[in-house]
């Protein structure tokens, strides 16, 4: 199996911590795209896996039995389908991953929709990660049905959070981990720059000239 399919620590973190993680780099082996696995571990076991890496604006797409990923990004959205359902001794996963680059800071609007994989036995959630240092920005992950948050994010399964980020590269992360019965689970994002100070002081004084001009 691929190192880069096992569990990442930083990716893992996001659904289960809130402090600060330890600095990773992109060149540590987090795999950007979609992965999706099911492991049996009853009698006779089994196990089956399925990723569609890249590091390019685009759509990558994994699918095994019990768990799909659908992951989309480019330089202003992002979205994520995947389905995780877990139980009678077979483990489901779905992994999404988006690298961003802004060049100025920005923000970022996301609503998501988890409660269906929410409960004992399942792990599920998403977080916005800065790829030079490690540390998770923004994020909400359940693990056994407890809520953990990171940032200002509500603790509300399904919803919507609203922030900006500095310049920089960030990963984008969706996951669940499902060992009970779990469903879908998805996001929305939008990546808005956020005007330079000065910027609207520049416009209005601009307008205000064209204005005299006119007159």
Do not use: H, K
């Amino acid at each position: 199996m691929d190192p880069r399919n096992s569990p990442s620590p930083v990716i893992l973190a996001v659904l289960t911590s809130a402090v600060a993680l330890p600095a990773m780099s992109a060149s540590a082996g987090i795999a950007t795209g979609a992965y999706a696995s099911w492991t049996n571990t009853g009698t006779g076991g089994g196990f089956l896996e399925d990723s569609d890496y890249g590091s390019a604006p685009g759509q990558y797409v994994a699918s095994v039995t019990d768990a799909s990923a659908n992951i989309s990004w480019s330089a202003s959205t992002s979205t994520f389908t995947g389905f995780a359902d877990g139980g009678n001794e077979v483990t489901a996963r779905s992994q999404g991953v988006a690298i961003l680059t802004f060049g100025t800071e920005t923000s970022i609007s996301i609503t998501y929709g988890m409660s269906q994989l929410v409960g004992s036995g399942n792990q599920v959630g998403w977080g916005m990660i800065d790829a030079g240092t490690g540390e998770s920005v923004f994020g909400l992950s359940f693990d056994n049905g407890s809520a953990i948050t990171i940032g200002d994010v509500g603790t509300d399964a399904n919803g919507s959070f609203t922030g900006s980020v500095s310049a920089g590269t960030y990963w984008l992360v969706m996951l669940a981990e499902c060992s009970e019965a779990g469903g879908y689970f998805a996001y929305d994002a939008t990546f808005t720059s956020v005007p330079a100070p000065g910027a609207f002081v520049l416009l209005a004084g601009s307008g205000l000239a064209a204005l005299r001009r006119r007159r």
